[in-house]
């Protein structure tokens, strides 16, 4: 009997130069290998716009994870890949939008959901709230799952954002 790797969740953060095409590039590899992503952010990280990281977060087992990082070392214009879930202790992060429409009864039970989660109310209409909650994904799809019966009928994620606790940085 032989015992099948198990996947794991991996947050992988990823410098490059802020040029057009990289991120196509980057996703290329992982459709092109048959890689899932399960959440993709982009963003500029210095002051001038010349470089961008981008977190993108994936299951795989170890060797494929370890393929992933090896994959993407070799891609030009990448500065550095870092495994936040193998490195140390990060910080992983998520915002989402929840509009939600109800009678009466459905939007004060949303708005008692929405304190429990430390939700805002970023918008209101006299049928209508729309929310903001942050955390960390399984908060957010939590949050998501309560609202689908007090009458959710849209939802916006922003994907995850994450970079290492402490002294340490990703190019480190």
Known sequence: MTIKPQKKRHTL???????????????GLFAGRGYNIEHLTVAPVDIAGNE?????????TPKIIEQIKAQLDRLVPIHCVGDLTEDGPSVERELALVKVFGN????????????????RRVD??????????????????????????????????????????????LQD
């Open 124 to 169: 209101s209409t006299a049928k209508s709230f729309v929310f903001e909650v942050t955390g960390k994904s399984e908060k957010i799809k939590a949050f998501i799952e309560l609202m689908s019966d007090l009458g959710l009928v849209e939802v916006v994620r922003t994907g995850v954002a994450a970079m290492q606790r402490g002294l340490k940085t």
């Open 13 to 27: 953060s990823i410098i490059v130069d802020n040029e057009a095409g990289v991120l196509a590039r980057v996703i």
């Open 52 to 60: 961008s990281r981008i977190t993108v977060v994936t299951t795989g």
């Open 104 to 119: 009466k009864e459905q939007r004060l039970e949303a708005l008692r959901v929405a304190e429990a989660f430390r939700a």
